[in-house]
């Protein structure tokens, strides 16, 4: 649905994007992730046609961005940082307005405000929201024409955690409905909870592009285990790094584990075996931030 194809973009002596190619499937939430000026934003304005490639090209729905920029452009639905709206108008003029410029059904607006849970608001004036309000409207805007592409820059970053809950919900949804998303976010939580797969970027290159399980398993992080114990002899830690955990240290009456994906079943079965009073044990499975980290002080 979306192509990536060799697409390049030079400014002056700045690789802002260097010879990548990729692209995003029907139903795909693809999340682009990168320390800042990695390239995301050029990758996204390529994407709309609002920054020319350098070489390569962008293609959304099989249109050429450049060569059949209006048809391209169609199929996208844009959330951007700053929504651009009408200050002085309310809520439902704003999306009444839109509605006309794009040829949208009076309907279809009514079931965007409701979708977007803004009835209520409808005739508040875009002045007196909240920031969080203001980037629901804004996901209202970019849903009205009802596109088969949604692209989302930093769409949580101005959420409150009940905005950002019903924002994920909305999210899932969509994708159910078959948009195709892409996104852009530091925020390594929410984009592990949405993204089918990640894009990794770093000075203008991909670095790396699979799901998270993926690049958990591509990177071979230990996980972080933690081990309930109902009583303590002070010999687990040294038990758990003998039958090969990376480390093991008590904290309380908790033995703190980090270990390798294949030796943590020879762990376990070593604290259980010893007679080791555990009382439960919890794992935590790498995180998209652990992996970030990784991949990005490796390129650096
Ligand atoms: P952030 O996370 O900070 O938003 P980003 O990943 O979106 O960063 P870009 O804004 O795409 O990164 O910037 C990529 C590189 O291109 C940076 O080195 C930036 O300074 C450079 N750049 C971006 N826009 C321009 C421009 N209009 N003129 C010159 N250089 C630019």
Do not use: W
Request: charged fraction near 20%.
């Amino acid at each position: 649905m979306i192509a990536f194809d060799h697409i390049h973009k030079r400014y002056g002596s700045t690789v802002a994007i260097h010879d990548l190619s990729l692209t995003v499937e029907p139903g795909e939430t693809l999340a682009l992730v990168g320390p800042n000026g990695a390239g995301k934003t050029t990758l996204i304005r390529m994407l709309l046609g609002l920054v020319r490639p350098s070489a390569g090209s962008a293609r959304v729905g099989g249109h050429d961005v450049q060569r059949d920029g209006i048809a391209a452009r169609s199929q996208i639905g844009y959330l951007p940082q700053r929504a651009v709206l009408y200050a002085n108008l309310t809520v439902g003029e704003n999306l009444g307005f839109l509605g006309q410029l794009r040829g949208v059904a009076s309907a279809r607006v009514a079931d965007t405000i409701a979708l977007l849970r803004l009835g209520e608001l409808a005739n508040r004036p875009v002045r007196e929201l909240s920031g969080g309000t203001l980037q629901r409207l804004g996901l209202a805007q970019a849903l009205l024409a009802d596109p088969p592409v949604l692209v989302l820059d930093e769409p949580t970053i101005s959420l409150d955690p009940l905005s950002v809950a019903t924002f994920k919900t909305l999210l899932r949804q969509l994708r159910a409905a078959g948009k195709t998303v892409l996104l852009s976010s530091h925020i390594l939580g929410d984009v592990q909870e949405l993204a089918d797969r990640v894009a990794i970027l770093d000075h203008g290159r991909l670095i790396a592009l699979d799901s998270v399980g993926g690049l958990a398993r591509r990177c071979a992080l230990p996980e972080r285990i933690r081990v309930d114990l109902g009583a303590v002899d002070g010999g687990e830690a040294t038990l758990a790094r003998k039958a090969g955990a990376a480390s093991a240290a008590l904290q309380g009456s908790t033995l703190e584990i980090t270990v390798a994906r294949e030796h943590k079943l020879a762990v376990m079965r070593a604290l259980l075996n010893s007679g080791a009073a555990v009382t439960d044990i919890q794992g935590q499975p790498p995180t998209l931030e652990d992996i970030f980290t990784q991949l990005i002080s490796a390129e650096a």
